[in-house]
């Protein structure tokens, strides 16, 4: 089930962030510190919202978070997703694309198209844009930071109101 989140949320999506490894982050292992600007403004506020998915017994397994929603149709929400290690490859990561792609175009009048950046090597986030209905819109040479400050390149990805059935 994929509903959005709630402020009651917090503490699961704590568990969620600490109890995983998160290869494509510049720190994989997220800590106390790195939760303290988790909190329920990063989750959800003017211009951010969060959708959760949870399994049939309640718990969580993943969400999808986007930010950089404006009042303007001059701009377009990035966003990411994040699933539990033991659920990766089940769809989940696709399901929570769909769902808040949907979600952010019928919410946001305004918002006529979502963009979504991924490094080279996350062959699996890349997977999930192309099943998701994104389009490969762009190359972005040495423009993501990863771990020890060296850049990688990373791929822009689109998707278009009208290419979704809302």
């Known amino acids: 089930m994929i509903r959005p989140f709630e402020p009651s949320d917090i503490p699961a999506l704590h568990a969620l962030l600490t109890s995983n490894r998160w290869e494509y982050f510049i720190d994989p292992v997220i800590d106390e510190e790195g939760l303290k600007v988790r909190d329920e403004k990063y989750f959800l506020s003017e211009t951010n919202q969060?959708?959760?998915?949870?399994?049939?017994?309640g718990e969580l397994k993943g969400y999808i978070?986007?930010?950089d929603i404006k009042n303007s149709d001059d701009d377009a929400p990035d966003f990411i997703v994040s699933v539990d290690e033991n659920a990766r490859g089940k769809g989940i990561g696709t399901e929570?694309?769909?769902?808040?792609v949907k979600y952010i175009f019928n919410k946001y009048d305004q918002i006529r198209r979502i963009e979504a950046t991924t490094r080279i090597d996350n062959v699996p986030m890349q997977k999930v844009f192309e099943a998701a209905g994104f389009t490969h819109e762009a190359t972005y040479r040495k423009a993501w930071k990863i771990r020890g400050g060296e850049h990688v390149d990373a791929f822009g990805?689109?998707?278009?109101?009208?290419?979704v059935r809302l």
């Open 65 to 67: 978070r986007f930010f």
């Open 157 to 163: 990805y689109g998707i278009l109101k009208e290419e």
């Open 96 to 100: 929570l694309v769909r769902e808040g």
């Open 50 to 57: 969060t959708l959760i998915s949870l399994n049939n017994d």
